[in-house]
């Protein structure tokens, strides 16, 4: 069966590093995405993307936040200069009819 | 009003009990709604569509009414492994953006 994949499973970075999360989505799916949810919050959403652009982003997604998709398979998010607030865990989703999940990136900030 | 609202729970049933979960939406313009299972510190997993019309998958039993804005997910039978944390989730913005409930936990007990 076809899944979402993300790398890191876990990463630790000081406060004011740069990270980079890794997603590569099902193969045929054009709508990808990312969440996030800060351990015993409720799942948020951050950015969808399409057609190799932002479809949408909340507020959360603030300056310091950016998605690309750097070729035909992989989707990131980077986390230009990381607070301690942004611990959480991130999951990158991709959709047809519906979204599925990986198993997400547990961000600490430290 | 909170974008979308569910009963937080948690839900403590017993095996073969009939359980339902309400939700409710705030914006209308809402275009499709979801209903995922998230179990402890892992990825939430889609578990059925909602549909204007009623859905039904096995035990699991889904309901819209769009009139008030309200989804319905029915459990019948319940088993043991159906214990994890409900959310509701509802697209706009042309399926771009997902508003996730903050879930209803539901504890099935032998």
């Known amino acids: 069966e076809p899944e979402v994949t993300q790398t890191p499973s876990h990463q630790v970075t000081q406060m004011g590093q740069e990270v980079i999360l890794r997603c590569v989505p099902i193969?045929?799916?054009?709508?990808f995405y990312w969440y996030r949810q800060i351990l015993g919050q409720k799942v948020e959403f951050l950015v969808s993307?399409?057609?190799?652009?932002?479809?949408?982003k909340s507020e959360i997604f603030d300056d310091q936040f950016s998605v690309e998709r750097p070729d035909g398979s992989n989707f990131t998010l980077k986390i230009r200069s990381t607070k301690l607030e942004d611990s959480a865990m991130y999951f990158c989703?991709?959709?047809?009819?519906?979204?599925?999940f990986g198993q997400g990136t547990r961000l600490t900030v430290v | 009003r909170k974008e979308v609202e569910q009963d937080p729970g948690p839900f403590n049933v017993p095996e073969g009990a009939t359980v339902a979960f309400n939700c409710t939406y705030s914006?209308?313009?809402?275009?499709?709604f979801f209903w995922y299972r998230q179990d402890c510190r892992k990825e939430p997993k889609l578990l059925m569509s909602?549909?204007?019309s009623g859905n039904e998958d096995g035990r699991f039993t889904a309901q819209l009414n769009r009139a008030s804005q309200y989804i319905s997910l029915l459990i019948r039978d319940s088993k043991l492994s159906d214990s994890a944390t409900y959310l509701c989730?509802?697209?706009?913005?042309?399926?771009?953006?997902?508003?996730f409930g903050a879930g209803t936990r539901l504890f099935v007990k032998a």
């Open positions: 193969s045929n799916h054009l709508y």
């Open positions: 909602v549909y204007s």
């Open positions: 914006n209308s313009a809402s275009q499709s």
């Open positions: 989703a991709s959709s047809g009819t519906g979204a599925f």
């Open positions: 993307f399409y057609n190799n652009e932002i479809s949408e």
């Open positions: 989730v509802v697209n706009w913005a042309g399926g771009f953006k997902t508003i």
